[in-house]
């Protein structure tokens, strides 16, 4: 299992952007199961920002609702990230993460099993 993040870098607070996680090495169609995206700031740990499960339900954390957009494509292969009104409190390096077990805990901040190595989002204000 493979999954690699693009899409980080800088803007000015207010603007918007676009992180993608592409995953490969699920081999059942109904996997992954559950995909996420975590961020984590310098000196700060690691947060759950959204996650959607493979019937397409979307979990946020409240910082992030009706600003943030977690969805996938239809074969589940690419996870997206749609970032609007960017504050600084944003920044931080972004991680894509995914589980395969049906049935399993999928919300913003559960476990996750495969980790991606990061995209990092600068804001400044």
């Known amino acids: 299992v493979q999954l690699v993040e693009s899409g980080g870098g800088s803007v000015q607070a207010g603007g918007s952007l676009r992180l993608s996680c592409a995953a490969s090495?699920?081999?059942?169609?109904?996997?992954?199961?559950?995909m996420g995206w975590f961020r984590q700031a310098p000196g700060k740990e690691r947060e759950g920002v959204a996650a959607?499960?493979?019937?397409?339900?979307?979990s946020y954390a409240d910082s992030v609702k009706e600003r943030f957009t977690i969805s996938t494509d239809n074969g589940r292969n690419t996870l997206y990230l749609q970032m609007s009104s960017l504050r600084p409190e944003d920044a931080g390096m972004y991680y894509c993460?995914?589980?395969?077990?049906?049935?399993?805990?999928?919300?913003?901040?559960?476990?996750?099993?495969?980790w991606g190595q990061g995209t990092l989002v600068t804001v400044s204000s």
């Open positions: 993460a995914a589980h395969g077990i049906l049935g399993y805990d999928c919300y913003a901040g559960s476990w996750f099993k495969d």
């Open positions: 090495g699920y081999t059942n169609i109904y996997t992954p199961a559950c």
């Open positions: 959607i499960d493979s019937d397409g339900r979307t």
